[in-house]
């Protein structure tokens, strides 16, 4: 995960999605079982702004993907109420595997990438495994930052790891400049740096 600023939200969001919902749901009311009840989709056809939002990166995964998902950062099947569907606040650029992963009852457990400070999180080299640095993140935050990453596989996750390692190659074996990969894959690029500052080669 990596540092993410807020944006506004689109021009016509408010009608096209927060009231158009609104109306929806004063026809569709949620049912106390959810069953195969679903709030109708409003949010899908800001897909593009919010991934130019994230700069094409998924939220948690801190790297550029081919294509994401809207990740209702508090899920509207939870606690909290279906009304958090039509609010661009909550909404997160997020990989469809991740954004699966999520469960309504982590409400309030996860982390929120708008909260992610700088130097959280790092990438070691070779391996490309994430690593909490623990005495940069506040106390209060750290079980969730724990639970997050576990909860998720962010850290160790063999999919994610491969991206990782692919964005590597790309850098030591493709011509990508380190800008390049700065702008693809932030946390592997400051372990390249790292690397570098250490006068270490990568391994041929």
Same mark, same amino acid.
């Given at each position: 995960?990596? @540092?993410?600023? @807020?944006?506004?939200?689109?021009?016509?969001?408010?009608? @096209?999605?927060?009231? !158009? &919902?609104?109306?929806?749901?004063?026809? $569709?009311?949620?049912?106390?079982?959810?069953?195969?009840?679903?709030? %109708?989709?409003?949010?899908?056809?800001?897909?593009?702004?919010?991934?130019?939002?994230?700069?094409?990166?998924?939220? *948690? /995964?801190?790297?550029?993907?081919?294509? &994401?998902?809207?990740?209702?950062?508090?899920?509207?099947?939870? =606690?909290?109420?279906?009304?958090? !569907?039509?609010?661009?606040? %909550? *909404?997160?650029? =997020?990989?469809?595997?991740? %954004?699966?992963?999520?469960?309504? =009852?982590?409400?309030?457990?996860?982390?929120?990438?708008?909260?992610?400070?700088? &130097?959280?999180?790092?990438?070691?080299?070779?391996?490309?495994?994430?690593?909490?640095?623990? $005495?940069?993140?506040?106390?209060?935050? /750290?079980?969730?930052?724990?639970?997050?990453?576990?909860?998720?596989?962010?850290?160790?996750?063999?999919?994610?790891? =491969?991206? #990782? #390692?692919?964005?590597? @190659?790309? $850098?030591?074996?493709?011509?990508?400049?380190?800008?390049?990969?700065? &702008?693809? !894959?932030? /946390?592997?690029?400051?372990?390249?740096?790292? #690397? %570098?500052?250490?006068?270490?080669?990568?391994?041929?």
């Amino acid at each position: 995960m990596i @540092r993410v600023e @807020r944006t506004r939200e689109p021009e016509t969001f408010d009608v @096209r999605c927060r009231q !158009a &919902g609104a109306g929806w749901l004063d026809t $569709h009311p949620r049912p106390a079982d959810l069953g195969t009840w679903r709030p %109708n989709k409003y949010w899908t056809q800001f897909l593009p702004q919010l991934r130019a939002a994230f700069h094409e990166r998924c939220a *948690y /995964l801190g790297m550029w993907i081919a294509s &994401g998902t809207v990740d209702h950062f508090e899920s509207w099947a939870g =606690a909290g109420g279906v009304a958090k !569907a039509y609010e661009w606040s %909550n *909404y997160r650029y =997020a990989d469809s595997a991740v %954004n699966s992963a999520k469960k309504p =009852a982590w409400d309030g457990m996860l982390l929120d990438p708008f909260e992610v400070g700088d &130097g959280w999180f790092e990438v070691e080299l070779p391996s490309c495994l994430l690593r909490i640095v623990e $005495h940069r993140v506040p106390p209060e935050v /750290l079980p969730r930052v724990r639970f997050t990453i576990d909860k998720l596989g962010l850290g160790h996750r063999e999919d994610v790891v =491969a991206l #990782r #390692r692919e964005w590597l @190659r790309l $850098h030591e074996e493709e011509g990508l400049s380190l800008e390049g990969l700065r &702008g693809k !894959a932030p /946390l592997v690029a400051s372990a390249v740096e790292r #690397r %570098n500052a250490r006068g270490t080669t990568p391994k041929t």
